[in-house]
């Protein structure tokens, strides 16, 4: 009788399978996060959809902030807790300053580059459509854009404020923007709500413990900063969208609060990011200067949708449509 080529191939694949985890199995006892069943070859890689900081996000719903997954046969350490990120990429920076050089796990999550943001975003009127670039800046502007429209009383609030500043007057200048406190809380709440690159990944120089757990030398971290953005147990209703939270308070984007990582923090920060933003607050108070904005057809803000396209910036699905008039 001959031989079944799949059951061959089958075989041949369990083989490989059980012999690298006899090999590479854990000397002694160590104390490792919890880790959602696997299947061989894949190992947890069925359970990530394309919108992978969600599926992460929902794993850590079931199993903790502190996940151990397995891609194939590589153990990957997954963060999705304010603390542990600390120490992550404060207290044990220098043992985590290396970066991944895995080009499947950069095609999954991210690229290793920085992705300090430049502004760009087109605002035509009469047909008026708003798009975002291909950026974390243009991403940031598309998705507070979008939530200004999803909140008109947002909206209203922040062009207030910046009308008020300028007291008519056409050019902003940086002293005005320092004066647009509500400004700055509508971006920082669009960059809690919205990270734009949602992952940051480190690899570990040596065996270490970290939040009670053994690490082993060479395993990748993947720091889910959208998910922390999002975590109850540091954001109070994180899943409305509220720039008041921002106000009188000194916690910032720009890496010392580790609820709030959107561009990285420690060696591994992202450069230039305090003038990239700069420049972000500086476009959107000109939007909100010189436009009133409404949604096409007399369509209501809460039928706005916030479906995402998946990505290493993560952007809008579908292109963002607005209607500016002129401000008198």
């Not at 207290?91 to 095609?107: C, Q, Y």
């Not at 065996?207 to 922390?228: E, F, H």
Request: hydrophobic share 40%; net charge neutral.
């Amino acid at each position: 009788m001959p031989l079944n080529p799949f059951l061959l191939l089958l075989s041949s694949f369990l083989i490989v399978y059980f012999v690298t985890k006899w090999r590479y199995r854990p000397c002694g006892k160590k104390t490792l996060p919890p880790s959602p069943p696997k299947v061989p070859i894949l190992g947890n890689l069925h359970q990530l959809s394309a919108l992978t900081h969600r599926s992460l996000q929902s794993l850590g719903r079931k199993y903790g902030p502190v996940l151990l997954l397995h891609f194939g046969n590589k153990p990957v350490f997954i963060v999705q807790s304010a603390g542990v990120a600390m120490e992550i990429m404060k207290t044990n920076d220098l043992m985590f300053a290396d970066k991944p050089t895995s080009r499947t796990t950069d095609k999954l999550f991210f690229d290793s580059k920085c992705h300090a943001p430049r502004p760009g975003l087109d605002v035509n009127t009469g047909d008026d459509i708003v798009a975002g670039g291909t950026d974390t800046a243009s991403a940031t502007l598309e998705w507070a854009m979008t939530e200004l429209l999803r909140h008109p009383a947002v909206l209203k609030k922040l062009q207030n404020e910046v009308r008020e500043v300028l007291e008519g007057k056409r050019d902003i200048t940086d002293s005005d923007l320092e004066k647009m406190h509500y400004l700055k809380a509508v971006i920082k709440e669009t960059l809690r709500y919205h990270v734009p690159v949602p992952f940051m990944a480190r690899v570990a120089r040596d065996n270490l413990k970290v939040s009670g757990y053994d690490i082993a030398s060479g395993t990748l971290v993947i720091i889910n900063a959208w998910a922390i953005g999002r975590d109850p147990a540091s954001w109070s209703e994180p899943e409305n969208f509220e720039p008041e939270r921002f106000l009188n308070t000194p916690v910032d984007f720009r890496g010392q609060d580790f609820g709030l990582i959107p561009f990285g923090s420690g060696r591994r920060g992202c450069p230039g990011i305090t003038f990239a933003m700069a420049s972000v607050e500086l476009v959107l108070a000109n939007l909100m200067q010189k436009f009133n904005w409404d949604l096409p057809d007399g369509r209501k803000g809460e039928e706005l949708d916030v479906m995402e396209h998946p990505g290493v910036t993560i952007h809008r699905k579908n292109p963002l449509f607005a209607i500016a008039t002129d401000h008198c």
